[in-house]
């Protein structure tokens, strides 16, 4: 391997270590833009709505773990040279979205989740996968996911507590971005993911909300 690859290869190892640990520990995540939240007044909420405010925000916090690590994952695995400049773009927007999260679990006195590292390692390892796939496939899994994330962001709307505004404006930016995610790679020649590939994802998104919304 020539010396030039070699440090190629150390550069791409030191960022993701780097992504890794911005990700993983609380608040070392820095957003690009202000905080939604910001324009929204502080409102009472009783300890029953903060816990449950926070355990959404959790769920939402841990799924930018794992769009974090697709990303990662898929960086290490596919070419994806024609939408590089995209794709790095959709990460900045959800490392927004993941200190949003990350700020709005403080200001519930609440934490990001114990289980993050270990879905952080699975959807890795998932992104890695598509990746080798193909990029129509990498581009696929991205749309296939956001939809997803639109669809519990929309459930969230309803189920947070009704003066929570300002975890709201923060869902509701996010909802915009995963929507505008969603379309560029299909636009882009992502596959659209058949039914059955679409369940499973939804199985595995289960595991996660459930599991996290309390851990
Ligand atoms: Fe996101
Ligand atoms: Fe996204």
């Not at 080798?132 to 639109?150: K, N």
């Not at 929309?154 to 930016?173: G, K, N, T, V, W």
Request: overall charge negative; hydrophobic content about 40%; glycine content about 6%.
């Amino acid at each position: 391997m020539s010396r030039s690859r070699q440090l190629n290869r150390t550069d791409q190892m030191i960022e993701q270590v780097d992504i890794l640990l911005r990700t993983l520990i609380p608040r070392a995540a820095q957003p690009y833009r202000p905080n939604p939240a910001l324009q929204q007044e502080h409102t009472e909420m009783s300890d029953e709505e903060k816990r449950h405010a926070a355990g959404l925000m959790r769920i939402n916090h841990t799924g930018e773990v794992c769009a974090q690590a697709l990303y990662q994952g898929q960086a290490l695995t596919a070419k994806l040279d024609e939408v590089r400049d995209q794709m790095t773009q959709a990460a900045q927007e959800e490392i927004d979205h993941l200190a949003w999260c990350d700020q709005r679990l403080q200001e519930l006195d609440s934490r990001t989740s114990l289980l993050n590292p270990l879905f952080y390692g699975l959807s890795f390892g998932i992104g890695a996968a598509a990746g080798l796939a193909g990029d129509r496939y990498s581009l696929g899994f991205v749309a296939a996911t956001e939809d997803q994330v639109c669809h519990h962001l929309e459930e969230h709307f309803e189920s947070l507590p009704a003066q929570d505004q300002r975890s709201r404006a923060i869902l509701q930016q996010m909802h915009e971005d995963e929507a505008h995610h969603a379309d560029w790679a299909l636009a882009a020649g992502g596959v659209r993911f058949p039914a059955p590939v679409k369940k499973v994802m939804t199985l595995m998104s289960k595991v996660m909300t459930k599991s996290v919304y309390r851990l």
